[in-house]
């Protein structure tokens, strides 16, 4: 599967994810340079990482690397190893997010557009 189409499967599919970008994510023009990470959180899990009323435990149960810059998109890694997933930290501030789809669609996912995050992210791998 070509990255770009994984990308927007993640993206576009149910499921308990949360989207960690360096900049406001636009898969249609793929314009710039953009760091963007998915990070799969087990089913069931509650808003946020599963911390009802602040108590519970936060995990990662995938985490999928993308890179895009001026058209091109890249896959660039996939982690699964609990021990390595434990090193990066979910965001506390993930909210509603817009991001637009390679058709021109746009949808809202939990995530975060912060490139500090994504620079902490970036110094772990």
Not at 6 to 12: C, F, I, P, S
Not at 20 to 40: H, R, T
Not at 44 to 57: D, K, P, Y
Not at 68 to 96: D, I, R, T
């Amino acid at each position: 599967m070509a990255a770009l189409d994984e990308l927007a499967h993640l993206l576009g599919e149910k499921g308990r994810r949360i989207l960690v970008a360096e900049n406001p994510v636009d898969l249609k023009a793929l314009g710039g340079k953009n760091s963007i990470f998915v990070l799969q959180l087990p089913e069931g899990s509650l808003a946020a990482g599963g911390r009802a009323g602040g108590f519970g435990v936060r995990k990662i149960e995938k985490l999928y690397a993308f890179h895009y810059e001026n058209g091109s998109c890249k896959k660039l890694f996939e982690v699964e190893n609990p021990e390595k997933l434990e090193n990066f930290e979910l965001p506390y501030h993930a909210a509603g997010t817009p991001i637009i789809m390679p058709d021109g669609s746009e949808r809202i996912i939990s995530g975060v557009i912060d490139p500090e995050f994504v620079a902490g992210y970036k110094q772990i791998v």
